[in-house]
């Protein structure tokens, strides 16, 4: 399985945008790149897929570069209510999800 | 995407007894997968819960502890054997599902396990 690698924690005031960005060197061919969303006592909640270049849904941005050994996680203008822990994924359909440890989101007026 | 369900939502229970956790999806699903949060964590898959067959176990758990059915594909047990303090977790239950020509996992919205 590919391991993913982010940052533990980030912080940023209302209105930014944010970028988490997720390593992932050993990415198999035939692997998607998935961002889920977490709050406390909740399930993790689908955000953004992708396999490469950019794909952007109501949510958020996704950015693979070619080599797809990463990929970028773009929240704009963030809310207070985007406090929560983003998980990086990678997995082949089929197969279930190889979870990073989480980026830890802290949104602050 | 799916409508994922589990029940209960959260147990206390007592070391040395078994508790089930249900999981239904609202649509007919062929994977569906069984993760383990423990507090502060990241998710570790338990198993792949196959339909008409015995469950797919990663390293590190096996079936007489956590023993899963899959009669249908909609519906799908975990039972936590013979727990222990060890076993409090948030155990969610995942289904895998075709959008637009994508496969995406969904998850259910987990049950909160607490073992005295």
């Known amino acids: 399985l590919a391991k993913t690698t982010q940052p533990i924690s980030m912080d940023s005031y209302e209105g930014q945008e944010v970028n988490i960005t997720c390593s992932h060197n050993?990415?198999?061919?035939?692997?998607?790149i998935t961002w889920y969303q977490q709050f406390p006592s909740q399930g993790p909640r689908f955000i953004i897929q992708?396999?490469?270049t950019k794909v952007t849904n109501e949510v958020a941005s996704l950015f693979i570069p070619a080599d797809r050994k990463s990929s970028t996680l773009s929240l704009p203008r963030v809310s207070l209510s985007d406090t929560a822990v983003y998980y990086c994924?990678?997995?082949?359909?089929?197969?279930?999800?190889?979870f990073g440890k989480g980026t830890s989101l802290l949104v602050t007026p | 995407s799916a409508v994922i369900s589990q029940k209960p939502s959260r147990d206390i229970c007592q070391r040395g007894t078994s508790l089930t956790i249900q999981c239904q999806v609202d649509?007919?699903?062929?994977?569906m997968f069984w993760y383990r949060q423990q507090p502060g964590q990241s998710l570790t898959l338990i198993a792949t819960?196959?339909?008409?067959?015995?469950?797919?176990?990663e390293s590190g758990f096996v079936i007489d502890k956590f023993p899963i059915s899959r009669p249908n594909l909609t519906f799908s047990t975990l039972t936590v054997s013979n727990m222990s303090p060890e076993d409090s977790s948030i155990y969610l239950c995942?289904?895998?599902?075709?959008?637009?020509?994508?496969?995406?996992?969904?998850f259910g919205p987990g049950t909160r396990l607490t073992v005295l």
């Open positions: 649509s007919q699903v062929t994977m």
């Open positions: 050993n990415i198999a061919t035939n692997d998607y």
């Open positions: 992708g396999y490469k």
């Open positions: 995942s289904v895998e599902v075709r959008t637009r020509g994508t496969d995406t996992q969904y």
């Open positions: 994924s990678s997995r082949n359909s089929g197969y279930a999800l190889n």
């Open positions: 819960a196959n339909q008409g067959s015995e469950a797919t176990y």
